[in-house]
């Protein structure tokens, strides 16, 4: 079984400039979070989708962060315009619909605005 | 805000040699995982406990879930280099499907 993909795996922009990064996850797992990492600090939850809705987005930093998942399928999550201080990883993650929910992630955007 | 302290932080010992993470918080918790990240990769999940007082074991590997479910430990058997790496608590508070991580444990086993 495919586990969690994450397309680009490495991204450089710079500030001011838009980027998307894609997740497609496990085949089946209703429920896609995406988390991220800034340099020095623990990973830290910014959305949850349940299919194609968005559940939770609490943890997402400013509007200037958008995510989509149409169809309930992949998942796109788009900074525009980018800051330095988005710098970081971010992870995707998915879950099936049933307790206790456990989380696979995928290996990860590594994001760098310059 | 749920926080999760993970000690230590870094930790170099000799193969062979037994050691033990922890992972503390204040709040309760519905579940809590443990993850293993190699560099340039993503978590990798180890195990997921639920139940307060549970013990898990893979391998050299066991995992135990405080009476409370606010705290959990790893201990690793006999340490292998094949251990390296970075090993991440997460958990998931009730009614939330946020995962919490903990900072980290960079483990360093040395031949």
């Not at chain 1, 980027?19 to 797992?29: E, F, M, W, Y």
């Given at each position: 079984e495919a586990g969690v993909t994450q397309f680009p795996s490495h991204s450089v922009i710079e500030k001011g400039q838009t980027?998307?990064?894609?997740?497609?996850?496990?085949?089946?797992?209703d429920n896609l979070y995406w988390y991220r990492r800034v340099m020095g600090k623990e990973i830290k939850f910014l959305l949850h989708f349940v299919k194609e809705s968005k559940q939770d987005?609490?943890?997402?930093?400013?509007n200037r962060f958008l995510a989509e998942r149409t169809g309930g399928t992949y998942s796109t999550l788009k900074?525009?315009?980018?800051?330095?201080?988005?710098?970081?990883v971010y992870f995707c993650a998915s879950s099936p619909h049933i307790p206790p929910y456990e989380q696979y992630f995928g290996p990860g955007t590594r994001l760098t605005v310059t | 805000t749920q926080l999760?302290?993970?000690?230590?932080?870094?930790?170099?010992?000799?193969?062979?040699?037994?050691?033990?993470?922890?992972?503390?918080?204040s709040s309760v918790f519905s579940s809590l995982q443990w993850y293993r990240q190699e560099p340039g990769e993503g978590p990798v999940l180890l195990v997921t406990v639920v139940t307060g007082g549970e013990v898990k074991k893979l391998k050299r590997l066991t995992f135990q879930f405080g009476d409370a479910r606010k705290d959990s430990s790893l201990h690793i058997t006999a340490a292998q280099p094949g251990d390296t790496?970075?090993?991440?608590?997460?958990?998931?508070?009730?009614?939330?499907?946020?995962?919490?991580?903990?900072?980290?444990?960079?483990?360093?086993v040395i031949p």
């Open positions: 980027v998307t990064l894609r997740c497609d996850p496990i085949s089946g797992h987005e609490s943890g997402m930093p400013n900074v525009q315009p980018a800051e330095l201080e988005d710098s970081g | 999760l302290e993970q000690s230590p932080q870094f930790l170099s010992i000799q193969e062979g040699e037994n050691l033990t993470v922890y992972c503390n918080s790496g970075l090993y991440l608590c997460a958990a998931l508070g009730a009614g939330s499907y946020q995962l919490t991580f903990g900072k980290g444990t960079k483990l360093s």
